[in-house]
């Protein structure tokens, strides 16, 4: 398997969320192998000790940089802002995480309100204060916390009445505040965008990072051991930890959009 995987980008998420990212790394990186891992069977993370998150992102960045990858992208908000440092101690491999798209919402509003829906570890987190402090201090800045919906999407559970329930409960602050910026800072809510801009009218932009990321590849790519270009074929990886790899393996070719059977390996970490 080494072999055939030198030189991927790894790709890592608490579970089917950071899908949304891959896809923007591969649109933008068609060449390159893509290794994926879903960790659904530890999710959610944003309800979980800090020092448990960051132990799985480390065993999880290790497999990855093991196979051996040039980059990881910690495609997780919660792991990224509990974890980014430690992980970087770790390799002089790049290791590009993401955090809410505060600073462009609040570059963009008009109605000086801007909301940001995440888990409760990345909306506790010092990483978001910072953010607010240092972006939006000229804003209003809603905070909203949203307990449910990653298990919504790693379920497959898109647009059903619990999800428009939960999503209802969610925004509604939000919209009552005059918010006209919506920041997705959890990547499963990628899945959700439609239903949330279906709720939340036209007058709100609903933002997310995936393409932020991809960028964020290409503008280190000179620490890389060269992206790959020309007729050099890329592909797939994908490794989950849940339980049952089978129904995982459901959920992760429908949000995909291709069939995956047989393709999803258990992850050995």
């Given at each position: 398997?080494?072999?055939?995987?030198?030189?991927?980008?790894?790709?890592?998420?608490?579970?089917?969320?950071g899908?949304?990212?891959?896809?923007?790394?591969h649109?933008?990186?068609?060449?390159?192998?893509?290794?994926?891992v879903?960790?659904s069977?530890?999710?959610?993370?944003?309800?979980?000790p800090?020092?448990a998150?960051?132990?799985?992102?480390?065993?999880?960045?290790?497999f990855?940089?093991d196979?051996?990858c040039?980059?990881?992208?910690?495609?997780c908000?919660?792991?990224?802002?509990?974890?980014l440092?430690?992980?970087?101690?770790?390799?002089?491999?790049?290791?590009?995480?993401?955090?809410?798209?505060?600073?462009?919402?609040?570059?963009?509003?008009?109605?000086?309100?801007?909301?940001?829906?995440?888990?409760?570890?990345?909306i506790?987190?010092?990483?978001?204060q910072?953010?607010?402090?240092?972006?939006?201090?000229?804003v209003?800045?809603?905070l909203?916390?949203?307990?449910g919906?990653?298990?919504?999407?790693?379920a497959g559970h898109?647009?059903?009445?619990?999800?428009?329930?939960?999503?209802r409960a969610?925004?509604?602050?939000?919209?009552?505040?005059g918010?006209?910026?919506?920041?997705?800072g959890?990547?499963?809510?990628?899945?959700?965008?439609?239903?949330?801009?279906?709720?939340?009218?036209?007058?709100?932009?609903v933002?997310?990072?995936a393409?932020?990321?991809?960028?964020?590849?290409?503008?280190?790519?000179?620490?890389?051991?060269?992206l790959?270009?020309?007729?050099?074929q890329g592909?797939?990886?994908?490794f989950?930890?849940?339980?049952?790899?089978?129904?995982?393996?459901?959920?992760?070719?429908?949000l995909w959009?291709?069939?995956?059977?047989?393709?999803?390996?258990?992850?050995?970490v």
């Amino acid at each position: 398997m080494t072999g055939v995987l030198r030189g991927a980008i790894g790709v890592f998420d608490s579970g089917v969320g950071g899908l949304s990212t891959l896809r923007a790394i591969h649109e933008a990186y068609p060449h390159e192998h893509l290794i994926y891992v879903a960790d659904s069977g530890h999710a959610p993370y944003g309800d979980q000790p800090a020092g448990a998150i960051i132990e799985r992102a480390q065993r999880i960045t290790q497999f990855l940089l093991d196979q051996p990858c040039k980059a990881v992208v910690v495609a997780c908000n919660t792991a990224s802002v509990l974890a980014l440092p430690t992980l970087r101690a770790m390799t002089t491999t790049p290791i590009i995480g993401m955090e809410p798209a505060i600073k462009p919402a609040a570059q963009a509003t008009r109605s000086g309100v801007i909301g940001v829906l995440a888990t409760q570890r990345t909306i506790g987190s010092e990483s978001v204060q910072r953010l607010v402090a240092h972006y939006a201090s000229h804003v209003k800045v809603v905070l909203q916390a949203c307990p449910g919906l990653v298990e919504q999407v790693e379920a497959g559970h898109l647009d059903t009445p619990e999800t428009v329930r939960l999503l209802r409960a969610y925004l509604s602050p939000l919209c009552d505040a005059g918010v006209d910026q919506v920041v997705l800072g959890c990547t499963h809510y990628y899945f959700l965008r439609e239903t949330i801009a279906r709720l939340v009218g036209p007058s709100v932009n609903v933002l997310e990072p995936a393409q932020a990321i991809a960028r964020q590849l290409g503008a280190r790519s000179h620490l890389l051991s060269g992206l790959r270009e020309g007729d050099a074929q890329g592909g797939f990886s994908f490794f989950s930890s849940a339980r049952n790899l089978d129904v995982a393996g459901d959920v992760m070719a429908r949000l995909w959009g291709m069939d995956l059977t047989g393709q999803v390996r258990p992850l050995p970490v």
